[in-house]
Structure formats: structure tokens, C-alpha cells
């Protein structure tokens, strides 16, 4: 099963990875429009800082536990990712959390969702500030589980208040 469970994570990564090399001409040079995230991480793409926002939307409403939030949160970034070309796998792994409303299982969707969203910032170009990708080894029963985040403080969506503190930084996406 965990096999299994593993090609189906490499797969959605290759696809959405796959997407920021079709994705030529999604970038929005109009200063208006390029994205400021909390700590003044900037991406020019409009439709990744969308993504972007989005995901860390539902990443703070399950840090709160808050699966009523968590639901829209996954719906809108669910629509985001369905509209960015490579990237509707992720958009159903989002549905399946938006459809869910059990925290435990939006957290363990969470995990899957997590993996491609941070390989699909890893491939994007940071104009400034950083991301930054957190690890908790306790997730998943101990399987561990990563989010991206745009703080360096730890804030764990896979815990919320009962271990909001658990994880570490484990890389950071800067600006080039």
C-alpha cells in the first residue's frame, strides 16, 4: 500500500512540476499585481501567488482546526489549481479536502496536497523573500509530514494546538 501510495505522490509531483515548463506566458509583469505574502515573498506569476495564498489559507485553518474553514479554503485553491495547466491532480487531492469534514482526514490529504505544492515552489521563481519548507516527524502516525510555510515559525497544521510547535525547518525557498 505504501507503494502504491508513493507512485501516486510521484505522479501528481511530475505532473504539476511538468506544468511550470508548459506555463510559458502565465507570468504577470504589471506591478500591481505581483503578489505580497506576509513576509514580503513576491512571485510575479498571478496565478502561482494565487495558488500560493490559497494554500496557505487552508495550512492556517488547520493549524487552527478549523475544518469548516479548511472546506473552503481547499475549494477555492481547489479551483485555482484546476485552472493551472499540469496541476488537476492537485486539484482533486484539494476536492477531497474541501468534501471532507473531518479534520483527520483533511490533515491526511493534507499531506499528499503539502508534497505537490511545495515541489510546484520549488520550480517557481521567488522574486523576493523566502518560503519555507517545515517538517513534523510525528504526522501521519509517524510517517512525518511536510508544509510550506511563510514564516520560519513552526505553526504544525498536522496538530494544531496540541503539538502547535511540533516540526522544524528543513529548507528554504528563496529568491534567486
Given at each position: 500500500?505504501?507503494?502504491?501510495?508513493?507512485?501516486?505522490?510521484?505522479?501528481?509531483?511530475?505532473?504539476?512540476?511538468?506544468?511550470?515548463k508548459?506555463?510559458?506566458?502565465?507570468?504577470?509583469?504589471?506591478?500591481?499585481?505581483?503578489a505580497?505574502?506576509?513576509?514580503?515573498?513576491?512571485?510575479?506569476?498571478?496565478?502561482?501567488?494565487?495558488?500560493?495564498?490559497?494554500?496557505?489559507?487552508?495550512k492556517n485553518?488547520?493549524?487552527?482546526?478549523?475544518?469548516?474553514?479548511?472546506?473552503?479554503?481547499?475549494?477555492?485553491?481547489?479551483?485555482?489549481?484546476?485552472?493551472?495547466?499540469?496541476?488537476?491532480?492537485?486539484?482533486e487531492?484539494?476536492?477531497?479536502i474541501?468534501?471532507?469534514?473531518?479534520?483527520?482526514?483533511?490533515?491526511?490529504?493534507?499531506?499528499?496536497?503539502?508534497?505537490?505544492?511545495?515541489?510546484?515552489?520549488?520550480?517557481?521563481?521567488?522574486?523576493?523573500?523566502?518560503?519555507?519548507?517545515?517538517?513534523?516527524?510525528?504526522?501521519?502516525?509517524?510517517?512525518?509530514?511536510?508544509?510550506l510555510?511563510?514564516?520560519?515559525?513552526i505553526?504544525?497544521?498536522?496538530?494544531?494546538?496540541?503539538?502547535?510547535?511540533c516540526?522544524?525547518?528543513?529548507?528554504?525557498?528563496?529568491?534567486?
Amino acid at each position: 500500500m505504501k507503494k502504491i501510495f508513493g507512485i501516486a505522490i510521484l505522479a501528481t509531483l511530475l505532473a504539476c512540476n511538468q506544468a511550470e515548463k508548459k506555463a510559458t506566458g502565465d507570468k504577470d509583469t504589471s506591478q500591481n499585481n505581483a503578489a505580497k505574502v506576509s513576509n514580503e515573498v513576491k512571485i510575479n506569476d498571478v496565478k502561482k501567488s494565487e495558488i500560493l495564498n490559497q494554500y496557505v489559507d487552508l495550512k492556517n485553518a488547520l493549524v487552527a482546526s478549523d475544518s469548516a474553514v479548511g472546506q473552503k479554503s481547499a475549494k477555492a485553491l481547489e479551483k485555482s489549481l484546476a485552472n493551472y495547466a499540469g496541476c488537476e491532480p492537485t486539484a482533486e487531492i484539494a476536492a477531497k479536502i474541501a468534501s471532507a469534514t473531518d479534520l483527520a482526514i483533511q490533515r491526511k490529504n493534507f499531506t499528499v496536497l503539502s508534497a505537490d505544492i511545495i515541489a510546484l515552489f520549488k520550480s517557481t521563481e521567488i522574486e523576493s523573500g523566502t518560503l519555507y519548507v517545515q517538517h513534523c516527524p510525528m504526522a501521519n502516525k509517524g510517517d512525518g509530514g511536510d508544509w510550506l510555510s511563510k514564516e520560519k515559525e513552526i505553526k504544525n497544521p498536522y496538530y494544531g494546538n496540541e503539538m502547535l510547535e511540533c516540526g522544524r525547518v528543513t529548507e528554504e525557498i528563496k529568491s534567486k
